[in-house]
C-alpha cells in the first residue's frame, strides 16, 4: 500500500515543485489580459470562474485513456507506475502547461496554429489533417464505447443510445461552452472523483495485497511484448498524450487569468495521473498474475475489468455509479473532441463562429461524416491511435522546444522529453507488424539514433549566425 501513495506523494509534489518550475521558466504575466477578455464572444471565449475551467479540463482529457490505458499497461508489470509518474511529471504536465498557456498567448490558438507558428507552413496543414482525424475518431470511439457499456447495463437498443449521444454531441457542439458543457460538468467530476476515490477505499477495506511485486526490473507480459517502446504507447493518458493538446486550447479561451494555468493546465494533468496510477494499481493487485489479468481483458477488453472491480469492491449501487463514471468519462471527451474540430476547421476555413448558423456550416457535415465512420469497423484503425496520439504529443513538446529557445529560456524541460517520445515513436513504428516490422534490436538503434540526430538538429539551429 505504501508504493501507492508514494506515487500519488509523487504526482502531488511534482505538481507544486516541478509544476512550479515550469511556470516561471513559461514567465507568465498576471497583468496581461486573457483571450477571454480581449475576444469575448459568449460561444468559445467566455469567461468563467477558475475551478469550473478546472473541471471542464480534467474531464475535457480524461477520457478512458487514463483507465484503459494503464490495465493493458499492467500487464507489462510495476514498470507502469513507474512511466505514469515520470511521464505525467517532466512530459504530460508540461506538454498540457504548453499547449495551453500558449494558446493563451496566442489568442485561443488551436494546436495546429501554434505548432504552425513554430514548425512552419507545412506542419500547420500537416497538423490540421492529422488533428481533425484523430478528433472525429476519438469522438466516433467515444459514441460508441459508452453506448456499448450502457446497453449491456441497461438493455436498451445500442442504436437508440448512438442516436442519443448523437444529439447531445451535436448540442454541445454548437451552443455557448457554458450552456451544457459549463453546467453539467461540475457533477460530472463529482462523479469521477468518487469512483477514483472509492476504488482505493474498496482496495483497503476488503484487504487487498495492494501492489504485491514492485519488481520494476521483471517485465510481466503474457504475450512477451517489450516494455520499450510499447509501453509508453500503451499507456498515453496519464503520462503523456497528444490528444490533451486539441483540448487545452478550449479552455485557454476561457481562463481568466495566466496565473491558473499552473492549476488548469498542469494540474488537472497531475489528477489524470493519480486516476491512471489507480488503475495500474487495480490490475496489479486485483488479480494474481498478468496472465489472469489478461484473459479477464480478453473477454471484454479492459471494460471487463472495469466491472469486476467495480462491483468487487464498491458492491452493487457503488458499483453501478462507478461504472456510470466510466460512461462519463468518453462522453465528456467526446463532446468537446467534436467542439475542438469544429473549430479547428473553422480556423482552417476562416469561417466566423459568432451566428449559429456559421457553426452548423461545419457542425453537419461533421456529424454526417462521423455517422457514417460509426458503421466502419474500427478495429485496425484504432491500432494507429496510440501511435498517431504519441506523435501528436511530440509534434506539440518540440514546438514548446523552439518557444524556449526563441526566448532564450531553458528549453530542455522541454525538448529532452520531446527526444524521449521521439525516439519511442520511431522505434515503435519501425518495430510492430503495423508498422515495419523490424527485429527489436534494429529498430531500437535506429530510433535512438534517429532521436539524437533530432536533438542535434535542434541545438544546431539554436547557434546564432
Given at each position: 500500500?505504501?508504493?501507492?501513495?508514494?506515487?500519488?506523494?509523487?504526482?502531488?509534489?511534482?505538481?507544486?515543485?516541478?509544476?512550479?518550475?515550469?511556470?516561471?521558466?513559461?514567465?507568465?504575466?498576471?497583468?496581461?489580459?486573457?483571450?477571454?477578455?480581449?475576444?469575448?464572444?459568449?460561444?468559445?471565449?467566455?469567461?468563467?470562474?477558475?475551478?469550473?475551467?478546472?473541471?471542464?479540463?480534467?474531464?475535457?482529457?480524461?477520457?478512458?485513456?487514463?483507465?484503459?490505458?494503464?490495465?493493458?499497461?499492467?500487464?507489462?508489470?510495476?514498470?507502469?507506475?513507474?512511466?505514469?509518474?515520470?511521464?505525467?511529471?517532466?512530459?504530460?504536465?508540461?506538454?498540457?502547461?504548453?499547449?495551453?498557456?500558449?494558446?493563451?498567448?496566442?489568442?485561443?490558438?488551436?494546436?495546429?496554429?501554434?505548432?504552425?507558428?513554430?514548425?512552419?507552413?507545412?506542419?500547420?496543414?500537416?497538423?490540421?489533417?492529422?488533428?481533425?482525424?484523430?478528433?472525429?475518431?476519438?469522438?466516433?470511439?467515444?459514441?460508441?464505447?459508452?453506448?456499448?457499456?450502457?446497453?449491456?447495463?441497461?438493455?436498451?437498443?445500442?442504436?437508440?443510445?448512438?442516436?442519443?449521444?448523437?444529439?447531445?454531441?451535436?448540442?454541445?457542439?454548437?451552443?455557448?461552452?457554458?450552456?451544457?458543457?459549463?453546467?453539467?460538468?461540475?457533477?460530472?467530476?463529482?462523479?469521477?472523483?468518487?469512483?477514483?476515490?472509492?476504488?482505493?477505499?474498496?482496495?483497503?477495506?476488503?484487504?487487498?495485497?495492494?501492489?504485491?511485486?514492485?519488481?520494476?526490473?521483471?517485465?510481466t507480459h503474457p504475450d512477451h511484448k517489450p516494455i520499450w517502446p510499447m509501453i509508453f504507447i500503451t499507456i498515453s493518458c496519464g503520462a503523456l498524450s497528444g490528444f490533451h493538446s486539441t483540448q487545452s486550447p478550449l479552455m485557454a479561451r476561457c481562463i481568466q487569468n495566466e496565473s491558473k494555468g499552473r492549476l488548469v493546465f498542469y494540474g488537472a494533468m497531475i489528477i489524470e495521473g493519480v486516476i491512471a496510477i489507480i488503475w495500474a494499481t487495480v490490475g496489479l493487485s486485483l488479480y494474481p498474475n498478468a496472465r489472469e489479468l489478461g484473459a479477464?481483458?480478453?473477454?471484454?477488453?479492459?471494460?471487463?475489468?472495469?466491472?469486476?472491480?467495480?462491483?468487487?469492491l464498491l458492491g452493487g449501487i457503488g458499483g453501478f455509479l462507478a461504472i456510470m463514471g466510466v460512461i462519463v468519462l468518453p462522453i465528456t471527451s467526446g463532446d468537446t473532441a467534436f467542439r475542438s474540430t469544429r473549430l479547428i476547421l473553422a480556423e482552417s476555413f476562416k469561417i466566423s463562429q459568432s451566428t449559429a448558423a456559421?457553426?452548423?456550416?461545419?457542425?453537419?457535415?461533421?456529424?454526417?461524416?462521423?455517422?457514417?465512420?460509426?458503421?466502419?469497423?474500427?478495429?485496425?484503425?484504432?491500432?494507429?491511435?496510440?501511435?498517431?496520439?504519441?506523435?501528436?504529443?511530440?509534434?506539440?513538446?518540440?514546438?514548446?522546444?523552439?518557444?524556449?529557445?526563441?526566448?532564450?529560456?531553458?528549453?530542455?524541460?522541454?525538448?529532452?522529453?520531446?527526444?524521449?517520445?521521439?525516439?519511442?515513436?520511431?522505434?515503435?513504428?519501425?518495430?510492430?507488424?503495423?508498422?515495419?516490422?523490424?527485429?527489436?534490436?534494429?529498430?531500437?538503434?535506429?530510433?535512438?539514433?534517429?532521436?539524437?540526430?533530432?536533438?542535434?538538429?535542434?541545438?544546431?539551429?539554436?547557434?546564432?549566425?
Amino acid at each position: 500500500m505504501s508504493y501507492l501513495f508514494a506515487c500519488i506523494a509523487a504526482l502531488i509534489l511534482g505538481y507544486f515543485v516541478y509544476g512550479t518550475f515550469v511556470e516561471r521558466v513559461f514567465d507568465i504575466d498576471p497583468h496581461r489580459p486573457t483571450p477571454c477578455h480581449v475576444m469575448e464572444d459568449g460561444i468559445d471565449y467566455v469567461p468563467m470562474p477558475t475551478w469550473r475551467v478546472y473541471f471542464i479540463q480534467l474531464l475535457n482529457i480524461a477520457g478512458l485513456g487514463p483507465i484503459f490505458g494503464p490495465i493493458l499497461g499492467a500487464m507489462y508489470g510495476p514498470a507502469a507506475l513507474i512511466w505514469i509518474v515520470i511521464g505525467c511529471i517532466f512530459g504530460g504536465g508540461v506538454h498540457d502547461y504548453f499547449s495551453g498557456m500558449l494558446s493563451v498567448r496566442n489568442d485561443g490558438e488551436s494546436i495546429p496554429e501554434i505548432v504552425g507558428d513554430f514548425l512552419g507552413p507545412f506542419s500547420r496543414y500537416v497538423m490540421r489533417f492529422f488533428s481533425v482525424i484523430l478528433l472525429v475518431l476519438v469522438g466516433v470511439v467515444f459514441i460508441l464505447g459508452p453506448a456499448k457499456l450502457l446497453a449491456s447495463l441497461t438493455g436498451i437498443n445500442i442504436n437508440i443510445l448512438i442516436l442519443l449521444i448523437f444529439v447531445y454531441y451535436f448540442m454541445a457542439t454548437i451552443l455557448p461552452i457554458d450552456k451544457i458543457i459549463g453546467s453539467l460538468y461540475p457533477f460530472f467530476g463529482a462523479l469521477l472523483l468518487f469512483m477514483t476515490v472509492g476504488i482505493v477505499a474498496g482496495l483497503i477495506f476488503y484487504g487487498y495485497n495492494i501492489l504485491p511485486n514492485m519488481d520494476i526490473m521483471v517485465n510481466t507480459h503474457p504475450d512477451h511484448k517489450p516494455i520499450w517502446p510499447m509501453i509508453f504507447i500503451t499507456i498515453s493518458c496519464g503520462a503523456l498524450s497528444g490528444f490533451h493538446s486539441t483540448q487545452s486550447p478550449l479552455m485557454a479561451r476561457c481562463i481568466q487569468n495566466e496565473s491558473k494555468g499552473r492549476l488548469v493546465f498542469y494540474g488537472a494533468m497531475i489528477i489524470e495521473g493519480v486516476i491512471a496510477i489507480i488503475w495500474a494499481t487495480v490490475g496489479l493487485s486485483l488479480y494474481p498474475n498478468a496472465r489472469e489479468l489478461g484473459a479477464v481483458i480478453s473477454t471484454g477488453s479492459p471494460a471487463a475489468v472495469v466491472n469486476q472491480a467495480c462491483n468487487k469492491l464498491l458492491g452493487g449501487i457503488g458499483g453501478f455509479l462507478a461504472i456510470m463514471g466510466v460512461i462519463v468519462l468518453p462522453i465528456t471527451s467526446g463532446d468537446t473532441a467534436f467542439r475542438s474540430t469544429r473549430l479547428i476547421l473553422a480556423e482552417s476555413f476562416k469561417i466566423s463562429q459568432s451566428t449559429a448558423a456559421k457553426r452548423l456550416i461545419i457542425a453537419i457535415p461533421l456529424f454526417i461524416i462521423a455517422f457514417l465512420m460509426t458503421l466502419q469497423d474500427f478495429d485496425v484503425l484504432w491500432r494507429y491511435f496510440g501511435w498517431s496520439n504519441q506523435v501528436l504529443s511530440m509534434l506539440v513538446l518540440w514546438s514548446a522546444a523552439i518557444y524556449l529557445a526563441k526566448n532564450k529560456k531553458q528549453h530542455w524541460i522541454a525538448s529532452l522529453p520531446a527526444m524521449f517520445i521521439t525516439a519511442v515513436n520511431i522505434c515503435f513504428i519501425l518495430q510492430v507488424k503495423i508498422g515495419f516490422g523490424l527485429p527489436p534490436d534494429v529498430s531500437n538503434i535506429a530510433g535512438c539514433v534517429a532521436s539524437l540526430i533530432v536533438m542535434v538538429l535542434f541545438l544546431y539551429h539554436l547557434k546564432p549566425a
